[in-house]
């Protein structure tokens, strides 16, 4: 019997240390899959990044950590909540495919739906925030299938691969996202 909160393509599912660990730590050291992450341009060490996949394992107020898996079971990147505010009902969003040939087929799109119908109704928050690299169209294309609106940026924010870039700043109410996903009110 699968687990995990179920997507029309993707499964999110905790983080399993035999099942997910070694794309984890594959993903986090390519410079193709990192290149638009606020990390990845240090090398990051096994014990460093077991540390945190130890962590993000760990029963959290603040954080949720799945890993995306297609339907049949093929992890394909991971996703999270951060910054959890229980007191305001607020959260930071975030995700990566780390498969490149996965990329722009939808599977992302369909994990961070279920993670906002998971935010909201099962956690019960009312906004989330994310934000993304300028020029990052895929990250934007994902979110704005979502619902998430762009409320601002931030100007030559972060170094990133030979240049200062901009970070565009997005959220996403409970309202808009159920009024664009109507098939998930429950």
């Not at 193709?32 to 945190?52: H, I, Q, T």
């Not at 949720?64 to 898996?69: G, L, R």
């Not at 690299?133 to 409320?151: A, D, H, I, P, W």
């Amino acid at each position: 019997m699968p687990i995990g909160w179920q997507g029309k393509k993707t499964r999110l599912v905790p983080l399993d240390y035999d099942r997910h660990f070694e794309n984890s730590y594959q993903w986090i050291n390519d410079p193709d899959v990192s290149e638009w992450l606020a990390v990845g341009d240090f090398p990051m060490a096994r014990l460093a990044e077991k540390e945190w996949f130890d962590r993000c394992q760990k029963p959290s107020d603040t954080e949720v950590h799945f890993a995306i898996e297609t339907l049949d079971g093929r992890h394909i990147g991971n996703s999270g909540l951060f910054q959890i505010n229980a007191r305001h009902g607020t959260a930071m969003s975030g995700s990566l495919i780390g498969v490149q040939t996965d990329r722009g087929k939808g599977f992302g799109s369909d994990a961070a739906i279920t993670r906002a119908h998971y935010s909201f109704h099962v956690l019960g928050l009312r906004l989330m925030f994310s934000e993304f690299f300028v020029g990052n169209t895929g990250s934007e294309r994902m979110q704005q299938k979502v619902g998430y609106l762009e409320y601002g940026r931030k100007p030559l924010a972060f170094w990133k691969r030979g240049a200062y870039r901009d970070i565009a700043l997005t959220y996403l109410t409970r309202e808009r996202f159920y009024e664009l996903h109507p098939d998930l009110v429950k």
